[in-house]
């Protein structure tokens, strides 16, 4: 492939601290559906085109692939180490005394790095579940989140900056109740929050708390994740690329209704990471955030269609006695114990 995008035509965003990034990320998370040498290649080829900036996890069961992949980049000279931003996070399973540190030694080694740019806490529970399991299934030893327990994960990632290990720190899958327990108690902030982001879900109170305190939000799910995994699928999950005013601006612009969504997501001011495999999708979702932007007046009808429509519900990582899955997003505003 030859097609490169112009960089300089890719609009930046900053952290708290002013470092640009892009406006628009790779997600990596083959949804159960992708394998890894599917997903490496499709970042292989979204970084010759112009992808700057690539979400990683270990969970995700790639990062080796993945590391292999920038190995080769950086061999060809088409891309620096420098010029890339590579995030990552810890699972689950590792937020107890040392594990984080050592999970992301193992992420470190698995990109084929000396240094993630990014390192998120990925959920804030230390509530396991094996990858590609069912809905249904549960583990007897899942707890309530716990600011003791979030905290012992937190003061490793910051010592993980201080060892020049990762350059900024981030929260993923948490809630304004959560984060008001937590951030007085940080050494170092979140750079960035790592949260459900698109048109019928646009979580418009964590949102804006997130840029009051100076954390910029990143969109997981912009598309609405048509692929995601069957535990992660209700009768009344809303597509978002079927809703009247993303349609409507579709054919307004001659465009696909993703890239609608994706419009919308960077005019809004998130940072949304869209995944796909497939060349002729992540090309143009990149290239679309370079051209004719959304109207004001789309941009509202879009506002106007949020439902409220969690598709990531995490129940997987309910406790014992736990009401349901809201019970993992304080909807009551208060954290259940
Ligand atoms: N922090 C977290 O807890 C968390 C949770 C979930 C996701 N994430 C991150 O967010 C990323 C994105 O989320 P996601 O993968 O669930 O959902 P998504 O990006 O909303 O949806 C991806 C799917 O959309 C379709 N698609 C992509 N580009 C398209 C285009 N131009 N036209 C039509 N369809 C298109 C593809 O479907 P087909 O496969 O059918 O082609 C692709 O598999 C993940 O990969 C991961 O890195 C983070």
Redesign the pocket.
Known sequence: MGTQLEQARIPMRALPDGTKIPCM???????D??GAQAVSEAVYGAIRYGYRLI???SV?QNEAQIGQVFRRLFEEGAVTREELFVTS?VWNDKHGEGQVIESCRKSLADLGLSQIDLY?V??PFPNYHAPGCDGNSRNPDSKPFSVEGFMTAWRQCEQLVKMGLVRYIGM??MTVPKLEAVLPLCEIKPAAL???L?PSFQQQALFDYAVVHDILP???????????PER?RTAEDVA??ELPAVQAAARAHGI????V??KWAVQRGQV???????E???M??LA?VTQDPLTDAEMEAIRLEDKNCR??KGQVFLWKGAKGWEDLWDVDGVIPQ
């Open positions: 990320g790779l997600g990596t998370f083959g949804s559906k992708y979400d990683c996890a995700y996070k998120f990925h959920w993923s899958n790592e949260m459900e698109h990143i969109g997981y799910c912009p598309l609405g994740s048509p692929s995601r992660d978002d690329m696909h209704p993703a890239l969504c994706l949304p990471i869209p995944f796909s495999v497939k002729a999708q992540y143009s979702n679309c598709l990531v």
